[in-house]
């Protein structure tokens, strides 16, 4: 099935330590975006990447890191986790028209 | 002042009903607006997508844009219990960052 995939789906993280979420997607799209969503916050960009090779920094970067390599994965890392970067992490591709897709989401949990 | 602004309710309907879903934005090159559904727990969808200034229907769906006002809003015809989640506004630019930006949502509830 054609989309986006996430990995983990969940996890718990002690505060300090590293973790990179996983983010591929067969759609051959050459945008794709890390959003974080937080109750009452709405969904707010990250980092994102145009094409492969690129990255930039969105609303609220600090804390995390991207790459992308290929155009089919954009991982997303923590380089040292604090409970503020509790939240759910949604990954997404768009299209030419600038449609987003949404991978189905990681749940983290920093304690 | 947010850049894409929604009212986050809840809006209450009675199943049948017509739900009216709104949104302004701030910024006036967006060029691409969106309508996302997100049910409890489950990733956003979209569900309608609305580029020049007029009225875009696709089933019970409609979405309206007038550029001018910087508005852009969501009809439910026939709202069903099942249209009961949260509806988030996203509007794009065609070029930069090309990433939406998202309102923080109106939450719909469909009364059966």
């Known amino acids: 099935i054609a989309g986006i995939t996430q990995a983990p789906t969940s996890q718990i993280l002690a505060a300090g330590r590293r973790m990179t979420l996983r983010c591929t997607q067969d759609?051959?799209?050459?945008?794709m975006y890390w959003y974080r969503q937080d109750l009452g916050l709405g969904l707010r960009l990250i980092h994102y990447?145009?094409?492969?090779?690129?990255?930039g920094k969105g609303e609220v970067p600090d804390g995390y890191s991207v790459s992308r390599a290929n155009t089919d994965d954009f991982p997303l890392t923590l380089a040292s986790a604090v409970p503020s970067q509790t939240s759910v992490y949604f990954c997404?591709?768009?299209?030419?028209?600038?449609?987003?897709?949404f991978g189905q989401g990681t749940r983290l949990t920093v304690v | 002042q947010k850049e894409v602004e929604q009212n986050s309710g809840p809006l209450s309907v009675p199943e049948g009903a017509i739900a009216s879903l709104n949104c302004t934005y701030s910024d006036r090159v967006s060029q691409s607006f969106f309508w996302y559904r997100q049910y409890s727990g489950k990733s956003p969808e979209l569900i309608m997508s609305?580029?020049?200034?007029g009225d875009k229907e696709d089933g019970r769906f409609t979405a309206q844009l007038n550029k001018a006002s910087q508005y852009v809003s969501l009809l439910i015809r026939d709202s069903q219990p099942s249209d009961s989640a949260t509806y988030l506004c996203a509007v794009g630019r065609d070029t930069g960052r090309r990433a939406l930006t998202f309102g923080s949502g109106t939450r719909l509830q469909v009364q059966p």
């Open positions: 609305i580029y020049s200034n």
């Open positions: 759609m051959r799209h050459n945008a």
């Open positions: 990447s145009n094409t492969a090779g690129t990255t």
């Open positions: 997404a591709s768009s299209d030419s028209k600038g449609k987003a897709f």
